[in-house]
Each structure stands twice: as C-alpha cells, then as structure tokens.
Nanobody
C-alpha cells in the first residue's frame, strides 16, 4: 500500500504560480512511477504529468507543456508539480497517483494508488 496526500492548492490569479506537493508513505515510494491528474467540474479526470521512479524521464500533456514541471525527491518521499503561467482553464482538483511500474502512464486505470486531491482555482 502507498498512501498519498496532496497539498499546496489554492486560489491564484491568472499568470501566477503554485507548487503542489504529494507526500507518500507506506510501500517504498522510490520504486513507483508517479503522475499528476486533474479533474475540472463536469469533466473527466485527465493526465497532466508523469515521472519515472528515478525522476530521469518526465512526460506532460500538451495543455501544460512548457508551463508545468513535475519532479520528485525520493529521499523525502515527495512528488511535486510546479505550475507557472496559470490559466483559468487550469482550474481543477489535482490528484497525485502512484503506479507499480518504473514508467508513468497517461491512463488513469494504470495507477493503483491515489491521493484525495487538492483544489486549484485560477481567477481571470
């Protein structure tokens, strides 16, 4: 089992920045690929970013590429999502997820462990 707890969400103006954190406990965090997903009201959950277990490879959705950066600190069992140049369309609940694999996936069903989510609201 891996327990995940997100933090760092909030209200920010368009063009601003936020950094989300995801604290992991339980099974060895460093052996899992990790991902960030988001879900806006009335929409399906979508992939945002993923990172390999060592952090050497990252992948992003086209909608956030160049603005968001995913990273991890395995010594601290923590995953991060640095979000810059935020837009109103980035407003959503953001979830971190862990996968029993070295490599991330863009598919929600490939992740077995999920946090409870943290809300990000971007005002125009």
């Amino acid at each position: 089992q891996v327990q995940l707890v997100e933090s760092g969400g909030g209200l920010v103006q368009a063009g601003g920045s936020l950094r989300l954190s995801c604290a992991a406990s339980g099974r060895t965090f460093s052996t899992h690929a990790m991902g960030w997903f988001r879900q806006a009201p009335g929409k399906e959950r979508e992939f945002v970013a993923g990172i390999t277990w060592r952090g050497g490879l990252t992948t992003y959705s086209d909608s956030v590429k160049g603005r968001f950066t995913i990273s991890r600190d395995n010594a601290k069992n923590t995953l991060y999502l640095q979000m810059n140049s935020l837009k109103p369309e980035d407003t959503a609940a953001y979830y971190c997820a862990a996968r029993d694999s070295s490599y991330p996936s863009t598919r929600e069903r490939d992740y077995g462990y999920w946090g409870q989510g943290t809300q990000v609201t971007v005002s125009s």
